[in-house]
């Protein structure tokens, strides 16, 4: 089952009857088909409202309408898998208030890149459970830092029961989005991500083809592997540069602008289902942050029978494209529903969001006028 059939098949017969559906027809460009099954993805949650990768950020993105939420997953030191958008938690998290933990704080290498703090690698499941969550962003979201201290770290088995409980209390169900991060690097740890995926899916009921799941990785060889696994939907993520961390490090030149090319899509298509593109891989803007051309990067996932799902619109001028911020001011939000209009535009299956309510919002006027 497809994104779109996930929706359509809930919108027609219900949470009940949700089963293998026929994949909805291509859309002709600028045309999307089904644009009111356009998938919304509460991105870490409704992080433009509560600190992101908390239970209470999950569920406000639920009742704000999205169909699915989003968490990131990393290990701790005894291998549970934990909602972390880094595994580096310094700023997320109220750790560096915790004297018992000082000596914790260090320098690693990830995927490349030196970092300085404190890592869940290094902290055992009751040990992160003595933390609470802070607003990653205070300077673009302050308002949300009322809301520091408040919230644990959840497991990912505890934001598999909150869907669970929110697909029941909601009358509809409720999908499941995690990522699975720097999956080369845990698996050199002797964390690797992919066993405690599967678990915890399969514990949940999760593990069948029918069920609202789709699965995450900037990498490509454990998507492979999960492929073998899983029996749900998996999404290659691809970032607007580099390439993914298991190429480098094993020598394969090709980058994510090779992957997005038609020959790279239909390699993504024989162990995947859709792709999560950088809404600048779709939209591209220019030295001074304006759009330039679009690409055909939809149009050719979906003749290699690829779904596509952006990330991430985020309402504040900070991260929209020029062309439609609404001042200098970058915490002041603009234009965000023109950019959404864009990029349904080019037909996308779903989006990731911060500001979910919007996005369902922009979802359903854009649908209304595109019948």
Known sequence: MTIRGRLTALSVAGAAALGLITAPAIAAPN???DTDQVAVFGHRGASGYR????????????????????????????????????????????????????D?????????????GWFTEDFTLAELKTLRAKERIPAIRPDNTIYDGRYEVPTFQEVLDLRERLSRELHREIGVAPETKHPSYFAKLGLPLEPGVV??????????PNAKVAVQSFEVGNLKELDQVLRVQLVQLISNSGAPRDFIESGDPRTYTDLVKPEGLREIAGYADVIGPDTKVVLPVNADGFLTKPTTVVADAHAAGLEVVPYTVRAENNFLPADFRSSAAPAAFGDVFGFFRALFDQGIDGIFSDQPDIAVTARDEFAATHR
């Open 31 to 33: 045309r999307p088909q």
């Open 199 to 208: 678990e915890a899916l399969t514990r949940s009921g999760l593990n069948r």
């Open 51 to 102: 600190p992101e990768h908390t239970l209470a950020s999950y569920e406000l993105a639920a009742r704000m309408g999205a169909d699915y939420i989003e968490p990131d997953l990393v290990p701790t030191k005894d291998g549970v898998l934990v909602a972390r958008h880094e595994n580096e938690i310094g700023g997320t998290t109220d750790v560096a208030a915790h004297p018992e933990f000082a």
């Open 104 to 116: 914790r704080k260090t320098t690693k290498v990830i995927d490349g890149t030196s970092l300085i």
